[in-house]
């Protein structure tokens, strides 16, 4: 299935960008009258026709609407340090997406060695992922913060499910991520995911108190993106 991305929609008919209407006309040769579709980063897919199309810009008429396109039963931030060398950040971004994500914060750890972090290319990875394994919805890029302000940054728990995943026992023993899954069967879902040298005993203490659980990701020694990953991988086989 081919998929197009436009954010400019207005009173029955929507605008392909400059980048979205090469790829239709150029790459994949369509011209007006063809079906195309058509979805918009927040959820909703468009059934269109294309009334106006060249290299740098094309219209279609919207003939219909579907509302949760290829959502997933679930809200998952993913609050994650950014890695040392970013081409993994940006790897665990695009993998995460594929599997199943709402919210990528980037947050910066007491031991984190990444302190800045642009985000174009990164929100530019998402979209593209997006397209490519056929979500409805764009992931959120949050802006860079620290793990103590995004963790104060939250608001009541109110049902969800906050998880810190930690390498040490040194605060408290931790649970298995599918066992916390399994027993709340949460429909928000939060796991914070610390930088290559882990979370400060500070942090940790800070986020249970803010209501996360310590959690395990099993017993190896997972890289900051392979973790990531793996939460977004267990929180998708726990609750599609």
């Keep these: 299935m081919e998929i197009f991305y436009s954010d400019d929609i207005r009173d029955g008919v929507l605008g392909l960008a400059a980048e979205e209407a090469a790829h239709c006309?150029?790459?994949l040769r369509h011209r007006p009258g063809d079906a195309i579709?058509?979805?918009d980063g927040r959820g909703n897919l468009y059934h269109c026709t294309l009334l106006e199309a060249d290299r740098d810009s094309a219209e279609a008429r919207i003939d219909g609407k579907e509302s949760g396109w290829h959502s997933h039963p679930y809200r998952l931030t993913l609050a994650v340090c950014p890695t040392k060398n970013l081409d993994r950040y940006e790897w665990m971004a695009e993998k995460a997406t594929e599997v199943g994500l709402d919210?990528?914060?980037?947050v910066f750890g007491d031991r984190s060695e990444r302190r800045v972090l642009k985000g174009g290319r990164l929100q530019r990875i998402l979209l593209s992922a997006a397209k490519q394994s056929l979500k409805g919805?764009?992931?959120v890029l949050a802006e860079p913060v620290t793990v103590k302000?995004?963790?104060a940054g939250l608001g009541p728990a109110d049902g969800s499910l906050r998880m810190i995943a930690y390498c040490s026992d040194e605060v408290q023993p931790r649970s298995s991520i599918m066992e916390e899954l399994r027993r709340a069967r949460p429909g928000e879902i939060v796991v914070l995911i610390g930088p290559e040298g882990d979370f400060s005993p500070e942090e940790v203490r800070a986020a249970?108190?803010?209501g996360f659980v310590p959690v395990s990701l099993g017993g190896s020694r997972l890289r900051t993106e392979t973790a990531a990953i793996t939460a977004a991988e267990a929180v998708y086989l726990s609750l599609i």
Excluded: G
């Design 37 to 39: 579709d058509v979805f």
């Design 149 to 151: 302000e995004f963790i």
């Design 137 to 139: 919805a764009v992931p």
């Design 208 to 210: 249970m108190d803010a």
């Design 25 to 27: 006309v150029r790459v």
């Design 103 to 106: 919210v990528l914060a980037p």
